[in-house]
């Protein structure tokens, strides 16, 4: 308090006394007790508001005494069971919580992780069940809550890790780690599928590659098997070789892809030694087959060259299936993929109205028996306008094409094309791969362009005697290969749709028992806008038990989500449906039985060693529990610290003062009244 404000209340005392004084006894014989009461109330009433004027700052000083955090993390994963370790943790977790002497030194902070982190007040909430061993969480986690602050950690674990990043280098290197390892660290022969790397989908009668890592634990030398079966077929199998310095393997296999849908594999390691675990001997995994087969049709009213080329060119990927018809013969035009429109005209009258419902893309080839006016009449990404006289067009390649990947294959010298003379003016919508030239004359009008439109993709060839380019490529490289894949990446990008759905469901096809099972769906209206107000369903059923499970699907940030985790192995299907619209979803998934806490024999020392090393702590077995609670009771580099507290509050904040001036001046009002001197 500075000395003004002490000035000040010294001055306030004055003034009080003299106000009362003035009151009751100046010119007033009387010294009564009552008197001396009235003014002792006025006196305290002035001296009060006087005082909350003044608003003086009173400090107050307190001591805290702050103790070190002391991190106890249990693993609360199943692989605990599985080394029969369970009872273990939990006796080892309630005797160093419990410990009064840690409790005196250190703020004891209980904590649990498996696939997520989470804080306990009780051993017995443990229950070893957790599907993941997420290291990483329990690192960051440690770092927020007890930030900018130097602890030690006490990992009752096995150390071994199932998702997340290597925990080894996660923790901070200044905070000491003291992993209890739990489990039999007696070293057991075991062989292992560690992790198999495939894509999810395959394509239709061509092979895929399959990467398997394996791993051994063992003091001898052995010889072991590998397999892949699909169901009782076996597909691969090889002899792979350990030994104490070669104690993993890398296998690299190509798997064919002969049927279509979701398959199964089965990939296998044994030998003739006794294992602990045989579990972990055997992994499945899935790949979806896609049958990439596209039909197309070329559909001509005349013979020509062309046809034969370009169907020996398209069909030169087996995923192609191509059919020359005429025009007036086609009876179903929903069965194909693309339509190739050779030299279209009046003939091709009723393709051209089926197609308008039908939205096929097209690719039109024109040449000198086109009806120009019927094509203008049928389309509008190009605006015809020729003469019956003919002209060579020769290609030039245009750098600036992006709406797919291709190379120049060297059109400038492929012989010229012969098409109407002319003006060929694309629109907006159109762009250009080959731009035409006469001679040595560039006309800048296309030759091959490309047209987008509201989904409906279209392809313009300029020119006929396409067949001549497919001769000239095979003089030049001696294959039709480069030509031929030209041809195929036309086709592919008029055999992709991507036309906008209303509602689009993201998912995985097959999932790991203990995985994260998250699917998700967005909602468009009809300008293709997402749609915030929609409500997804989603119903799924089990195709074994047909047990069927109905849930809302939950707004997210640009999307609606469900979570199914917990779902047994098996196979399912699924229904995602918009209830305002109708509009619905529907597709399947399976399961697999994998458990990857299963996969373990032996904690991993290894690394327990190193993340000690890291940071500076030391590793313990459960019969050493003691040393590592004496270790933490002498460690000096961790003391409480006395904090001194100093809190200034302001006088006015003092409501009670308010209420006791009010009660002085009511007091003093009731007893003037009572005596009559009012």
């Known amino acids: 308090m500075t000395t003004s404000t002490i000035a000040l209340l010294l001055l306030s005392v004055l003034v009080a006394a003299g106000l009362s004084y ?30 909350l004027l003044i608003n003086p700052i009173i400090s107050r000083k307190t001591y805290e005494t702050i103790k070190t955090p002391l991190a106890l993390v249990v693993d609360n994963s199943k692989s605990i069971t599985e080394l029969k370790s369970d009872a273990v943790s939990k006796e080892l977790f309630e005797k ?11 703020d004891v902070q209980l904590y649990s992780f498996d696939a997520d982190f ?34 030690p950690t006490v990992l009752i674990s096995d150390g071994n890790q199932t998702s997340g990043e290597d925990y080894v280098f996660s923790f901070d290197a200044n905070n000491k780690v003291y992993p209890l390892v739990v489990g039999d660290t007696t070293t057991y022969l075991d062989l292992k599928i560690n992790q198999i790397n495939v894509n999810k989908y395959a394509f239709h009668k061509n092979k895929f590659p399959a990467e398997v890592f394996l791993q051994y634990a063992g003091n001898k030398s052995i010889n072991a098997t590998f397999s892949i079966s699909q169901g009782n077929s076996v597909l691969t199998q090889q002899t792979v070789s350990f030994s104490p310095s070669q104690k993993a393997q890398i296998v690299n296999v190509l798997l064919p892809a002969d049927k279509v849908g979701m398959q199964l594999y089965t990939a296998k390691i044994t030998s003739n030694e006794t294992e602990k675990n045989t579990y972990n001997n055997t992994k499945k995994f899935a790949v979806e087959i896609i049958d990439q087969r596209s039909e197309i049709a070329i559909v001509s009213a005349i013979n020509h060259p062309d046809l034969g080329a370009i169907k020996r060119s398209i069909e030169t990927n087996a995923s192609r ?21 050779y030299q279209p005209n009046a003939e091709f009258k009723s393709i051209f109205e089926a197609n308008k419902n039908l939205r096929i893309n097209t690719w039109m080839i024109t040449g000198n ?22 002209e ?15 190379d120049n294959i060297g059109f400038e010298g492929f012989p010229p094309l012969e098409n109407a003379y002319g003006n060929i003016t694309p629109n907006a919508n159109v762009q250009v791969l080959l731009t035409s030239r006469i001679r040595t004359v560039d006309t800048n009008a296309p030759l091959l362009a490309f047209s987008d439109s509201q989904g409906l993709r279209s392809a313009y060839l300029l020119g006929e005697n396409i067949w001549k380019w497919r001769a000239h490529s095979y003089v030049e490289k ?17 055999a992709s749709n991507d036309a906008k759905k209303s509602l689009i469901v993201n998912h995985e096809r097959f999932y790991n028992s203990g995985d994260a099972l998250e699917i998700t769906a967005q909602y468009f209206n009809k300008n293709y806008e997402l749609d915030e107000k929609a409500r997804l369903t989603i119903t799924v059923t089990n195709a074994k038990t047909k047990q069927v499970k109905r849930y ?24 995602v449906k918009e209830l305002n619209s109708n509009s619905s979803y529907s597709a399947g998934f399976e399961i697999l039985d994998f458990d990857i806490e299963k996969q373990f024999v032996n904690p991993d020392l290894v690394r327990l060693r190193q993340l000690a090393s890291q940071t500076k702590g030391a590793v313990f077995v459960p019969n050493q529990v003691d040393n590592l609670i004496k270790t933490l009771l002498e460690n000096q580099d961790y003391k409480a610290i006395q904090k001194e507290m100093v809190n200034k509050t302001p006088i006015i904040d003092w409501i009670w003062l308010l209420v006791l001036v009010a009660a002085l001046l009511a007091t003093e009002w009731f007893v003037r009244k009572y005596n009559g001197l009012l």
């Open 392 to 406: 060579d067009y020769t290609a030039s390649f245009n750098s600036d094409f992006n709406l797919f990947a291709t």
């Open 22 to 51: 003035f009151q009751y006894f100046y010119k007033n014989k009387s010294r009564s007790k009552l008197t001396k009461l009235l003014a002792l109330l006025r006196f305290l009433a002035i001296f009060g508001i006087l005082l």
């Open 321 to 341: 299936k191509v059919t020359i018809i005429k025009p007036k013969e086609i009876s179903e035009l929903n069965k194909f993929n693309v339509l190739i429109l």
């Open 369 to 390: 028996n086109t009806d120009y006016g019927f094509l203008n009449q049928q389309q509008n990404a190009m605006a015809f306008r020729v003469t019956s006289q003919k």
């Open 118 to 151: 989470q804080s306990i007040e009780e051993a017995n909430e443990l229950n070893f069940k957790g599907k993941q061993s997420h290291f990483d969480k329990v690192a960051k986690s440690l770092k927020s809550i007890n930030k900018n602050l130097t602890f």
């Open 478 to 494: 001696k294959s039709f290969d480069e030509f031929d894949v030209f041809m195929d990446k036309i086709v592919q990008y008029l």
């Open 552 to 575: 809302d699907m939950l707004r997210a940030s640009n999307a609606f989500k469900v979570n199914l985790d917990g779902l047994p192995a098996g196979n399912y299907s699924f229904t």
């Open 96 to 106: 160093i919580a419990n410990n009064n002497e840690l409790k005196d030194k250190y």
